[in-house]
């Protein structure tokens, strides 16, 4: 097969979890357990960090990948589910992997994959993992799938275990409270393994300070260790093209010198997910890595370029400025809407598409009643009807007219649009894809 083929074996013949939902989850981690002997046990070949999480765990990955390439170490990243191609799944040093590679590993372990029963990302894992350990990477940053406990990538042996937070997601197939989706996060907590958690949360703390105790491991809350700016908590730059947003960052407690950061990924939310990189260097430096408050500055003042991230707080257009982001769930939805009420604008145009698996009422109810809405549906499977999510909108007070595309509501948004508008495209990471 040629590679567009092996793309559309692996797309047809196996269940892939962004198209058709739980359908695509397995169990438990016999399957894994058994691709990992199949191809000798690769993710015991090179050091990694974990990062799971309900929200930003995705932007902490490319960033934390960032410093460490620009520190000089060879760096692999997996991360899902990609935008555009699928080999943004498996980056080294910010690179795709080859085509040939994906041809390559698929049709030498066809046979064997069709016999174990794998699913889509069961593979995808097995694929990474394989390409790190034979590029003989210096160190991986693997990001969880979904939950924690159960992924498929919670084979490692990580130096370094990193939790983001908890937020209200997957509640079909995590739980439906936040203790309980903090319980399957926490499965990647390991003995003797250093614990980081983003944001210390009241109603969960006690399930990561439980396990870590279980597990014997030193464990740390992100949030308390990290004094920003207080103008950079506040607000939002003025966007342009090539915008940053100053931080000035210290260590609670300490009076050491305050490290002044330009980011490129401007939301809001990423100054929470910048304390938990911070917390990370900090560990990654007692365990011998070598990065320097220059290599942190240099790099994430280009984590775009350097990782090829996209879809976070992005701007793709202006005159009318049009922004996109992958925020999904409340939690997603409520820091976009803060960087939202950060800008200058006329009225909101708002593409809005979401994924059939859910419960979106939550996040329905949250959308500004005042905005135009362009309601569309994220060409896969799971995507959610267009005339049920005008239906439910409408329930809450969200009116506008319905598209068959993403791309055909882009469109529609743009000519109704004035130049001192704002057109914001979101809902579901699916839709984002469509456009970047």
Same mark, same amino acid.
């Given at each position: 097969?040629?590679?567009?083929?092996?793309?559309?074996?692996?797309?047809?013949?196996?269940?892939?979890?962004?198209?058709?939902?739980?359908?695509?989850?397995?169990?438990? +981690?016999?399957?894994?357990?058994?691709?990992?002997?199949?191809?000798?046990?690769?993710?015991?070949?090179?050091?990694?960090?974990?990062?799971?999480?309900?929200?930003? &765990?995705?932007?902490?990955?490319?960033?934390?990948?960032?410093?460490?390439?620009?520190?000089?170490?060879?760096?692999?990243?997996?991360?899902?589910?990609?935008?555009?191609?699928?080999?943004? *799944?498996?980056?080294?040093?910010? =690179?795709?992997?080859?085509? =040939?590679?994906?041809?390559?590993?698929?049709?030498?372990? &066809?046979?064997?994959?069709?016999?174990?029963?794998?699913?889509?990302?069961?593979?995808?894992?097995?694929?990474?993992?394989?390409?790190?350990?034979?590029?003989?990477?210096?160190?991986?940053?693997?990001?969880?799938?979904?939950?924690?406990?159960?992924?498929?990538?919670?084979?490692?042996?990580?130096?370094?275990?990193?939790?983001?937070?908890?937020?209200?997601?997957?509640?079909?197939?995590?739980?439906?409270?936040?203790?309980?989706?903090?319980?399957?996060?926490?499965?990647?907590?390991?003995?003797?393994?250093?614990?980081?958690?983003?944001?210390?949360?009241?109603?969960?703390?006690?399930?990561?300070?439980?396990?870590?105790?279980?597990?014997?491991? &030193?464990?740390?809350?992100?949030?308390?260790?990290?004094?920003?700016?207080?103008?950079?908590?506040?607000?939002?730059? &003025?966007?342009?093209?090539?915008?940053?947003?100053?931080?000035?960052?210290?260590?609670?407690?300490?009076?050491?010198?305050?490290?002044?950061?330009?980011?490129? +990924?401007?939301?809001?939310?990423?100054?929470?997910?910048?304390?938990?990189?911070?917390?990370?260097?900090?560990? +990654?430096?007692?365990?011998?890595?070598?990065?320097?408050?220059?290599?942190?500055?240099?790099?994430?003042?280009?984590?775009?370029?350097?990782?090829?991230?996209?879809?976070?707080?992005?701007?793709?257009?202006?005159?009318?400025?049009?922004?996109?982001?992958?925020?999904?769930?409340?939690?997603?939805?409520?820091?976009?809407?803060?960087?939202?009420?950060?800008?200058?604008?006329?009225?909101?145009?708002?593409?809005?598409?979401?994924?059939?698996?859910?419960?979106?009422?939550?996040?329905?109810?949250?959308?500004?009643?005042?905005?135009?809405?362009?309601?569309?549906?994220?060409?896969?499977? *799971?995507?959610?009807?267009?005339?049920?999510?005008?239906?439910?909108?409408?329930?809450?007070?969200?009116?506008?007219?319905?598209?068959?595309?993403?791309?055909?509501?882009?469109?529609?948004?743009?000519?109704?649009?004035?130049?001192?508008?704002?057109?914001?495209?979101?809902?579901?990471?699916?839709?984002?894809?469509?456009?970047?």
């Amino acid at each position: 097969m040629d590679y567009q083929q092996t793309l559309d074996y692996l797309y047809s013949q196996l269940p892939m979890f962004s198209r058709t939902g739980a359908a695509a989850m397995t169990k438990d +981690l016999t399957n894994t357990w058994a691709l990992c002997k199949l191809l000798d046990n690769p993710q015991d070949k090179f050091k990694s960090v974990h990062v799971g999480g309900t929200n930003g &765990k995705g932007s902490t990955s490319h960033m934390l990948a960032a410093i460490l390439q620009i520190a000089g170490y060879k760096t692999g990243l997996y991360t899902s589910p990609h935008l555009r191609d699928f080999r943004e *799944r498996v980056r080294i040093n910010g =690179q795709m992997i080859a085509e =040939q590679v994906v041809t390559d590993f698929v049709a030498r372990h &066809k046979t064997d994959f069709e016999n174990l029963k794998l699913s889509f990302f069961e593979m995808t894992v097995g694929l990474a993992f394989d390409t790190f350990a034979k590029q003989q990477v210096d160190i991986a940053i693997v990001e969880v799938g979904l939950g924690g406990r159960l992924d498929s990538t919670n084979v490692i042996n990580p130096l370094l275990s990193i939790i983001t937070n908890i937020g209200w997601d997957h509640m079909n197939l995590l739980g439906n409270t936040l203790p309980l989706i903090a319980g399957e996060k926490a499965g990647i907590i390991k003995p003797g393994v250093p614990a980081i958690i983003g944001e210390h949360q009241p109603e969960v703390a006690d399930v990561f300070i439980q396990k870590a105790y279980h597990e014997k491991t &030193k464990l740390s809350f992100a949030s308390e260790e990290w004094i920003l700016s207080s103008e950079s908590e506040i607000e939002s730059p &003025k966007l342009s093209e090539n915008s940053f947003r100053d931080v000035d960052v210290k260590k609670e407690g300490f009076t050491l010198k305050t490290l002044n950061l330009r980011l490129d +990924l401007t939301g809001t939310y990423q100054l929470k997910n910048l304390k938990t990189i911070l917390s990370a260097v900090e560990e +990654l430096r007692l365990q011998g890595f070598n990065i320097s408050d220059e290599h942190i500055k240099t790099a994430l003042k280009q984590v775009r370029a350097l990782t090829g991230l996209n879809g976070r707080w992005q701007i793709i257009g202006h005159d009318p400025l049009t922004i996109c982001d992958t925020g999904h769930n409340p939690d997603g939805i409520h820091e976009v809407l803060k960087n939202i009420n950060a800008i200058t604008y006329n009225k909101l145009h708002f593409i809005l598409g979401m994924v059939n698996d859910k419960d979106i009422t939550k996040v329905l109810k949250m959308l500004p009643p005042d905005a135009v809405y362009y309601f569309c549906r994220p060409d896969i499977p *799971r995507g959610l009807p267009v005339e049920e999510l005008s239906s439910q909108a409408a329930d809450f007070g969200l009116s506008g007219d319905m598209y068959p595309s993403v791309m055909s509501a882009l469109i529609a948004a743009r000519y109704a649009a004035d130049k001192e508008d704002l057109i914001f495209v979101g809902g579901s990471t699916f839709v984002v894809a469509e456009i970047v």
